[in-house]
């Protein structure tokens, strides 16, 4: 059976989107499935998906109602397939973390929360990863401005002292 | 003999003149004496003097044993490492040997932007090498952030750190960086802008105001 085949069998209208681009099955799921999904594609022997290759956020302002995405690539190296799973979010919708699944989950989600803000329940330490502990707000978002004032000022008010 | 080119020393006493002062003269003349007679004296953290022709003397030497240490931020430390390979060839004005600890080296090169999470970093490493160090501020990030005004990145270095000389390029040739060199050289020479023991440093004023407000 293939992959397509395992996962409409098991999940069926669950499914909301299905697309195929140059052999790359990916399926649109709704967030409250989220954890079952993957759950199952991991844990499943027929699909065996043991590591994620990557999970990234995503922000589409034109979305009015869910403008935040995640998604997930999956790769199994007992089979050779993929799979790519995406989920539409509302604003403030969390996700359960999948650092149990996969460890390597971890630095990716911290990733997704600290720039599009998108929280993962029971994530072992949701700390910011690339920015400053004190940073505020997730610099990217699309209403994020361009140009930060960051450095500027501490630049400016001394540069005639140096 | 002929051919060697001994550096003439701005201000400094000729032979005869040092010369004036020995023997019985020596042991006589009060120390001011002996470093007036010398080209006066410099002073240094801790009360120590030096008199100026020692202090160039040992500027000669170290203007050609300019360690720069190990480190590159982005793009511009390809152009570093390519000034350090054998077509540009650094080693040629004892240069080459890049220390990878702070506690070796005697200045640093900052190649590329460098974010506010590397900002603490870049301070530290700064204040790990020991006096005196230069400092090479290299490509337009490093100088003034560029084209990234955004978020993460520092708008200058010299916002956190004394900077001697500034090379610009998006990213300079290696030979503009060779030049930087050569300026970081002049300065060791006439020890300009040695003891930054005694400069202030902008990160730790930036701190100072930030708890004074």
């Known amino acids: 059976m293939s992959v397509a085949e395992i996962m409409e069998a098991r999940f069926g209208s669950r499914l909301l989107e299905t697309t195929t681009f140059r052999d790359d099955l990916t399926y649109s799921i709704a967030p409250d499935d989220w954890r079952e999904v993957l759950e199952f594609c991991k844990e499943s022997p027929d699909l065996a998906f043991d590591m994620l290759d990557c999970l990234i956020g995503d922000h589409l302002p034109e979305r009015m109602e869910a403008p935040l995405q995640v998604v997930v690539h999956l790769v199994s190296h007992t089979y050779g397939h993929r799979l790519r799973i995406k989920v539409a979010l509302p604003e403030g919708k969390t996700l359960r973390s999948l650092t149990d699944l996969w460890p390597s989950s971890n630095w990716d989600e911290r990733e997704a929360w600290e720039m599009y803000g998108i929280y993962f329940t029971r994530h072992p330490h949701l700390r910011r990863l690339l920015t400053t502990d004190d940073f505020e707000g997730h610099p990217m978002r699309k209403d994020f401005p361009l140009q930060g004032t960051i450095g500027g000022p501490i630049r400016t008010k001394l540069k005639g002292k140096i | 003999m002929s051919g060697l080119v001994f550096p003439n020393f701005d201000g400094a006493p000729s032979v005869s003149k040092a010369q004036m002062l020995s023997g019985e003269a020596l042991r006589n003349a009060s120390d001011q004496d002996v470093l007036a007679t010398m080209g006066g004296a410099v002073r240094l953290p801790g009360g120590i003097a030096l008199p100026v022709q020692i202090e160039r003397v040992l500027g000669f030497g170290r203007s050609f044993s300019y360690w720069p240490l190990l ?114 050289r002049e300065k060791i020479k006439k020890s300009s802008h040695a003891y930054d023991g005694l400069r202030r440093i902008p990160a730790r004023d930036a701190l100072e105001l930030e708890g004074a407000e």
Do not use: H
């Open chain 2, 71 to 184: 480190f590159g931020l982005a793009c511009c430390a390809i152009e570093m490492m390519a000034l350090g390979g054998s077509r540009f060839d650094m080693s040629r004005f004892g240069m080459e040997a890049m220390r990878a600890s702070p506690r070796q080296a005697d200045g640093m090169i900052v190649a590329g932007w460098c974010t506010t999470k590397m900002a603490p970093r870049v301070v530290r490493l700064y204040e790990q090498i020991p006096d005196p160090k230069w400092v090479l501020a290299m490509g337009s990030c490093a100088i003034s952030g560029n084209i990234w005004d955004t978020y993460g990145v520092v708008q200058g270095v010299d916002s956190l750190i004394p900077v001697d000389v500034y090379v610009p390029g998006c990213p300079p040739r290696p030979e503009a960086l060779w030049q930087g060199l050569e300026m970081i």
